[in-house]
T-cell receptor, first 116, second 112 residues
């Protein structure tokens, strides 16, 4: 069965410092993994995706994530936080109920706060 | 290009009332789905459809019905609303060979 665990419910950083949001996954086969971002009272936007190509995935707004099979991790990073990065971030794995690859399983989310 | 649209944006219902949340997409996506978002729970899959005429249940289907008569539309019906259905509902769509989903803006539903 597929699952994801986001290790921190809340992360706080200062503007200009690095961001690390941690995600571990469990999958019975090679997974497709995603990070989505949700700004307050907004919908969800895809940040980046891993679908068995390069293990280091670059996304929008300077974010990137590295797929590490040996550690079953897919952590999200950004070298320098910006105030506009304050949002909730979801780690997601595909292949949930019914086996359809479109069925996504979401982590519980990590709220990122950015201090001036 | 409107993408995925949802109506209404906000809705308040009394316990026992019924209503339909509308979802439409103009990208000719075969796959569509409904999720609910509750604080601290992430998003959970309610129902999904891999094409017109085909629907199936997700993680939390109880209390909800769906149908898919066209590729474009995927309405979600609450037959008898309960306070436990207070949530934000998101519709999503994608091509069948692509795993990333395009999400609508959401419907915030309150059941009193």
């Amino acid at each position: 069965a597929q699952s994801v665990t986001q290790l921190d419910s809340h992360v706080s950083v200062s503007e200009g410092t690095p961001v690390l949001l941690r995600c571990n996954y469990s999958s019975s086969y090679s997974p497709s993994l995603f990070w989505y971002v949700q700004h307050p009272n907004k919908g969800l936007q895809l940040l980046l995706k891993y679908t068995s190509a390069a293990t280091l995935v670059k996304g929008i707004n300077g974010f990137e994530a590295e797929f590490k099979k040996s550690e079953t991790s897919f952590h999200l990073t950004k070298p320098s936080a910006h105030m506009s990065d304050a949002a909730e971030y979801f780690c997601v794995v595909s292949g949930g109920y019914g086996g359809s690859q479109g069925n996504l399983i979401f982590g519980k989310g990590t709220k990122l706060s950015v201090k001036p | 290009n409107a993408g995925v649209t949802q109506t209404p944006k906000f809705q308040v219902l009394k316990t026992g009332q019924s209503m339909t949340l509308q979802c439409a997409q103009d990208m000719n996506h075969e796959y569509m789905s409904w999720y609910r978002q509750d604080p601290g729970m992430g998003l959970r899959l309610i129902h999904y459809s891999v094409g017109a005429g085909i629907t199936d249940q997700g993680e939390v289907p109880n209390g909800y019905n769906v149908s898919r008569s066209t590729t474009e539309d995927f309405p979600l019906r609450l037959l008898s609303a309960a306070p436990s259905q207070t949530s934000v509902y998101f519709c999503a769509s994608s091509y069948p060979d692509r795993y990333e989903q395009y999400f609508g803006p959401g419907t915030r539903l309150t059941v009193t």
